[in-house]
């Protein structure tokens, strides 16, 4: 039997400081009626004083570890889905190894908010392998700093946050069964920062035309998204050999409740079949799929032998989907129960 990549151990952390819709009000020309309706979301989270991706990724880490049972010694490799780091060079995964005490291999996948799931598939093909028994998949975004919060079009939508997993090879079938990675680069500017790159490099003028800031063009993002939640679902459920009514739990990229909604009708599955948690976060890009399925675990959404399926889509424009076994692991304590024991 091929050896899938079983999850062991889960862990998140999202700032305390909390941006509301009321508050956005009071920045933009906005209000929580429009946000609600046409997002879904109520508050989101945003970095606190000396926080920082690695900071957050570390937390989530952690916590993940821990309900893992596992020391940050044992771990093989390390892989963090980021496109928000520290600093452009090095990439947030080797601060993060440092912060952890690992000396295991550490790189960064940044694909935006796909950027976990194919962060997932990638350690999922160094288990399949054998090579590595012990890896973390990360998915953090401080993505915060790179919102303009004179745009009333993105400033809504995006907050930080941070969630992990363990991977091991799982001995009963369990983990990784199906996945579909993809790329439309033809799209790329319709999700984008113009500046600050070696194209366009940071200049005055860049930050005078807010260049460094997130451009999207909302609306051709949501006509995307849709298609590809549908498709890729349809896509990795064949592949697995699962009929999508069939999957117990949904966790889709949390961008925007209408996105979901659409892709439910698409679909015709009931929209409970979706975990949502976009009201309490909005989006958190690279760290909105791990930080749903920790959610997920931890209501007790997802018991041993239940088969979820993770979508998501976003800059790039990229796509990622994956359908995942759960194994015995998720019938133990919440983390915070774990921690509370360690
Ligand atoms: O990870 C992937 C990341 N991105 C996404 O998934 C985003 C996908 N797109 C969306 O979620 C939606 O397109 C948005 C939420 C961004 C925008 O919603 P929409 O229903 O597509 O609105 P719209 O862009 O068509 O704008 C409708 C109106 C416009 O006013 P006019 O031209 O009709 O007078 C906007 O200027 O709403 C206005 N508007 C707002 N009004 C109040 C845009 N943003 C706001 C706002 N508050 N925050």
Redesign the pocket.
């Known amino acids: 039997m091929t050896r899938r990549a079983d999850i062991v151990g889960w862990g998140k952390y999202v700032p305390s400081r909390v941006l509301t819709n009321a508050d956005l009000a009071q920045m933009?020309?906005?209000?929580d009626e429009?946000?609600t309706s046409?997002?879904g979301i109520k508050e989101r989270r945003i970095r606190g004083e000396g926080e920082t991706t690695t900071t957050m990724a570390v937390a989530a880490a952690r916590e993940a570890l821990t309900v893992a049972g596992m020391d940050a010694a044992e771990l093989d490799l390390i892989v963090v889905a980021n496109s928000s780091p520290d600093y452009l060079l090095p990439a947030p995964a080797n601060f993060v190894q440092h912060e952890l005490g690992a000396s295991c291999p550490a790189f960064t996948i940044a694909a935006?908010?796909s950027g976990f799931v194919y962060s997932l598939v990638t350690a999922g093909q160094f288990i399949a392998t054998g090579v590595y028994r012990n890896v973390l998949v990360i998915g953090v975004e401080l993505i915060s700093y790179a919102i303009d919060y004179t745009d009333?079009?993105t400033c809504?939508?995006f907050g930080d946050g941070a969630a992990a997993v363990v991977l091991q090879p799982s001995e009963d079938g369990a983990g990784l069964m199906a996945f579909e990675l993809g790329s439309d680069g033809g799209q790329a500017h319709h999700?984008w920062v113009p500046g600050g790159g070696t194209v366009n490099p940071i200049s005055q003028d860049v930050v005078d035309k807010r260049e460094h800031y997130i451009r999207?063009n909302?609306?051709e993002?949501?006509k995307f998204?849709v298609r590809k939640l549908s498709t890729c679902l349809r896509n990795i459920t064949s592949q697995a050999g699962v009929n999508p009514a069939d999957l117990d739990l949904i966790i889709p990229?949390q961008?925007?409740l209408?996105?979901i909604e659409t892709a439910a009708r698409t679909l015709d599955l009931p929209l409970d079949k979706f975990f949502v948690n976009v009201h309490k976060y909005g989006?958190t890009?690279a760290a909105s799929i791990p930080l749903a399925l920790v959610e997920a675990i931890e209501e007790g959404r997802l018991k041993p032998g239940d088969t979820t399926a993770m979508i998501a889509?976003?800059s790039g424009l990229s796509w990622a989907g994956a359908v995942v076994r759960m194994g015995e692991a998720v019938a133990r304590a919440t983390p915070q129960e774990q921690v509370a024991l360690a």
Do not use: E, K, P, Y
């Open positions: 933009v020309d906005t209000n429009w946000i046409r997002t935006g908010c009333r079009g809504i939508l999700l999207m909302g609306q993002v949501f998204a990229h961008a925007n209408r996105i989006n890009s889509f976003g």
